[in-house]
């Protein structure tokens, strides 16, 4: 079991309830309601959210607006940016067992896995970004096209924007937010999901803690159908920039239409990952399975659907079987757990409803493993075999340990496969095991997704690349230099000399 200091230090935050950061204060919002956050490996209450209202809303966009236009921010240098956003990933890095600890109480995953993979992530997210601060800009073309003018571009911050987070990587979602906004030069008004606040609170605290002017990060919590909405809703919001599920990203992108707000949405997948015959075949079952069993199958681009060549199917769903079987599911602050509970228990029923759903399609259970434990929303790690393509575990994001594995014929040609890995209404990610680099290529051009990794990478690549989906995965794409430039108006300027 982790240090219990540490249990205490993060504790420090889950009993500051209702709080809200509206222009560097923290602030109770304009009612008093509060809602239980829980702890999903014991199901117990471990602190209270704020839910914020309308007004609360407003006042945090006012504070962004100000902060935007008057104040220190819109006056500091590049450097003096890229300063606070590289001392707030100093901040992260500082309070890493902390952050670690926070995230395993309130979301659910192994404490290792949020300390090597979460914190170093929003760490290295915000450097990153915080080295675009002195490189973005506009061009001046070598020529005039039409007469004498002097002609140039520029980039200009967007504005205030709105970014709304889900629950499956609080820390890394909320630094994905405000690392590319603020490094652009915009401010921000946070919601983060209601069912994991903490991170973000604590987020701010630390960004106000290594000098961030008042206004430039405002938090507000609660719940997406009002306090997001009202976000979204708000006339003074340049930008929204989302994070969740293809439902909730179609209705932002609906409400955003009336005044034309820009839009990013990170939505969900059902991504591949195809297993070729001359690939380490023990090795790519072994990670499939590993895959699955990172933040419990909650990943957005967690491979979900595994279709392995007729030839070494049997292998591949026996060394599925043998892996899954030795799953430790427990609790997350324990040294030794691989697999949390879920998040919720709606989630729970979600996932159990899509097992008994293939079970009644014809579906069978070629692999499982974990016992569950205790009062948590434990759920063994999955493997389902025998689905046809268009079931519905087979074309919905479970969101869940759950794999569906089946298999694929082509022998030369790749036809067959391309279309069972395209047959999807998503496109975030696919994964593809095989020795064979003219088969890479060929399958990396005609994969219609926004990642695609080969031979065991994960899904979150080089923070120097973009990330996002084709299809209903979403609109944009975050990381890499577009990440920033979404961020940002371009505008042209002619000057008659
Ligand atoms: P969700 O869509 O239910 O909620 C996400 C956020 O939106 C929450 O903060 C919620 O309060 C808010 N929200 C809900 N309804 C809203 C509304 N009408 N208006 C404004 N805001 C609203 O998603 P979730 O269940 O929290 O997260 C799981 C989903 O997130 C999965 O589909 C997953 O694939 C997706 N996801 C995508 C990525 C990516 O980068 N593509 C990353 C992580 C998670």
Redesign the pocket.
């Known amino acids: 079991t982790i240090d219990k200091n540490l249990d205490h230090l993060a504790r420090g935050i889950l009993s500051r309830p209702g709080r809200l950061l509206i222009a560097g204060k923290w602030v109770s919002g304009a009612s008093d309601e509060l809602a239980d956050v829980i702890n999903p490996a014991t199901t117990d209450v471990i602190g209270e959210v704020s839910i914020a209202r309308d007004v609360d809303v407003d006042a945090a966009v006012i504070a962004a607006r100000r902060a935007f236009e008057d104040g220190p921010w819109p006056r500091m240098t590049a450097g003096e940016r890229a300063r606070l956003i590289w001392k707030l990933a100093d901040a992260i890095d500082g309070h890493s067992d902390e952050l670690a600890t926070l995230e395993s109480l309130n979301g659910g995953n192994p404490f290792e896995s949020n300390r090597q993979f979460d914190v170093r992530v929003a760490a290295e997210r915000l450097r990153y970004n915080a080295g675009w601060t002195n490189k973005i800009g506009g061009m001046v073309p070598l020529a005039p096209t039409h007469g004498e003018l002097f002609s140039y571009s520029m980039r200009e911050p967007v504005g205030v924007v709105g970014a709304?987070?889900?629950?499956?990587?609080p820390l890394i979602?909320a630094v994905?937010k405000i690392a590319p906004a603020v490094a652009a030069g915009c401010t921000i008004v946070l919601?983060?999901?209601?069912?994991t606040p903490f991170t973000a609170l604590r987020l701010g605290e630390l960004a106000m803690e290594v000098g961030f002017p008042d206004g430039v990060i405002n938090i507000v919590t609660?719940?997406?159908?009002d306090?997001?909405?009202a976000?979204?809703n708000h006339r003074d919001v340049n930008k929204i920039s989302?994070?969740?599920?293809?439902?909730?990203?179609k209705?932002?992108l609906a409400?955003s239409a009336d005044r034309l707000k820009r839009v990013t949405?990170?939505?969900?997948?059902k991504s591949p990952i195809i297993i070729f015959p001359d690939a380490d075949v023990e090795a790519a079952a072994r990670a499939t399975v590993a895959g699955i069993f990172f933040k419990s199958g909650?990943?957005?681009?967690a491979g979900t659907r595994v279709f392995a060549h007729r030839k070494i199917y049997d292998r591949v769903v026996a060394e599925m079987a043998r892996v899954a079987k030795s799953v430790r599911i427990g609790d997350p602050l324990e040294v030794g757990t691989d697999m949390g509970p879920l998040?919720s228990a709606a989630?729970l029923a979600r996932v159990e409803a899509y097992v008994d759903g293939a079970r009644k399609a014809g579906a069978e259970i070629v692999a499982e493993g974990g016992d569950t434990v205790g009062r948590g929303y434990f759920h063994p790690a999955m493997v389902l075999g025998g689905l046809k393509v268009d079931a519905s575990a087979m074309q919905e994001?479970i969101?869940g340990p759950v794999l569906c594995v089946s298999a694929f014929d082509d022998d030369g040609g790749l036809d067959e496969v391309i279309k069972l890995a395209n047959a999807s209404d998503y496109g975030?990610a696919a994964y593809l095991w095989t020795r064979d680099v003219s088969v890479v290529h060929r399958m990396a051009r005609s994969i219609r997704a926004g990642s695609i990794s080969v031979n065991g990478a994960r899904g979150a690549g080089n923070e120097g690349l973009p990330?996002?989906?084709y299809n209903q995965?979403?609109i944009g794409r975050?990381g890499g230099s577009l990440g920033v430039e979404g961020h940002t108006e371009i505008k042209t300027v002619n000057i008659a000399i």
């Open positions: 709304i987070t889900p629950w499956n990587a979602m994905g919601k983060p999901s209601e069912l609660g719940f997406g159908a306090v997001g909405q976000l979204v989302f994070t969740g599920s293809t439902r909730v990203g209705s932002i409400a949405l990170e939505l969900g997948g909650q990943f957005c681009a998040i989630q994001e969101f975030l990330f996002g989906g995965s979403g975050e």
